[in-house]
């Protein structure tokens, strides 16, 4: 190696490179070009770390600690668009509402929804589901036949396994006609 | 074709990003040109065909924003000159050895500048160097070849 080449690999020295102070100023811009499609940030909540997830149009996914942040991450991009940012404070407005209901102060939910992660079928059950109220609950049977399809109660319970939006959509609301609290106690 | 979430991107990649405009642009211009090279990233991220060439394809916004840059200075710096007495000028300030090395580097043409950097401030392969500044293994040493003989010329005066 010449003393020029060792020269060159000795780059110069500048302040240390501030990752946060960067992604600061790219978020600002990103939102300012529209180009901030899938907004994450966290919530500790009662049912531990959450993870919540926003769009222009409304809230898009909820995931629990138990589900892995690079998957759901993963699953936002490769379902909604692969511009997803780190960017807490466009999950405020869903933060506050969830705070509020853990807290006891809210009921009924009133945020926007981003219904991109559900499909077919289970859009209808999952919309069914959101129209139960606190306090209620409703049979497969009824959601198969509120989503149009009253003889697939199965299929129903098997679209509540898909659930994007736990808690909000209160899948844990949904009970077998035969008595007990069906699986999805936590969703 | 599964594109990673753009901000495991940036989480992977920013600082050596910066290591890199900083070795291209200098410290001051660095900023400005990591913005504009993620943000552009972002907005062209959705289209981008081939997941597994990510971070040479980052590269490559990088070499184009710093030679945007690069030229934007050369600009100012002749405007700032227009009108004036060359009589008047005062000598340019001193610099080091160093800093007059990496004044040089930044001069190079963009290809050239992009593949001495990688190879010698990143001590990558010419195969990578191809990859990152959107040519062949062989145009890459080629590159550096010529790169290295003209700040030898220079430096060596």
Not at chain 2, 76 to 95: I, K, M, Y
Not at chain 2, 117 to 128: C, G, N, S, T
Request: hydrophobic share 45%; proline share 6%.
């Amino acid at each position: 190696m010449t003393e020029l080449e060792r020269r060159l690999a000795r780059p110069p020295a500048s302040a240390p490179f501030d990752a946060r102070a960067a992604t600061t100023v790219l978020v600002q811009r990103a939102i300012e070009a529209g180009l901030a499609d899938v907004a994450y940030g966290w919530l500790d909540s009662p049912l531990g770390k959450l993870i919540v997830a926003v769009t222009p149009r409304g809230l898009v996914r909820i995931a629990y600690e138990r589900e892995a942040e690079e998957d759901v991450l993963q699953e936002l991009a490769a379902g909604v668009s692969p511009r997803v940012l780190r960017l807490p404070e466009r999950t405020d407005a869903a933060r506050r509402e969830l705070e509020g209901y853990f807290a006891g102060t809210i009921r009924r939910f009133d945020l926007p929804l981003d219904w991109s992660l559900v499909h077919g079928f289970a859009m209808g059950v999952l919309k069914a589901t959101a129209r139960v109220p606190f306090g209620h609950v409703a049979t497969y049977g009824e959601l198969a036949a509120s989503a149009g399809s009253p003889r697939a109660a199965r299929s129903a319970g098997n679209a509540l396994l898909i659930k994007p939006i736990p808690i909000v959509l209160p899948c844990h609301r949904i009970v077998p006609a035969s008595g007990g609290i069906g699986g999805h106690g936590r969703g | 074709m599964r594109l990673p979430p753009f901000q495991s991107l940036v989480d992977a990649h920013a600082a050596e990003l910066h290591r890199f405009l900083v070795a291209s642009v200098g410290p001051t211009d660095a900023e400005d040109c990591l913005q504009e090279t993620l943000l552009s990233a972002l907005r062209a991220y959705p289209r981008l065909r081939d997941a597994s060439h990510v971070r040479a394809w980052l590269y490559t916004i990088a070499q184009h924003k710093a030679t945007d840059a690069v030229r934007r200075n050369v600009r100012h710096r002749a405007e700032d000159l227009d009108g004036v007495n060359p009589g008047h000028l005062s000598e340019p300030p001193h610099e080091t050895a160093d800093e007059e090395l990496w004044t040089r580097v930044r001069a190079l043409p963009a290809k050239q500048r992009a593949a001495v950097i990688h190879r010698f401030v990143f001590d990558l392969a010419y195969k990578e160097i191809g990859l990152r500044t959107g040519t062949t293994e062989e145009a890459a040493r080629q590159n550096v070849a010529t790169g290295l003989r003209r700040l030898r010329m220079e430096v060596d005066r």
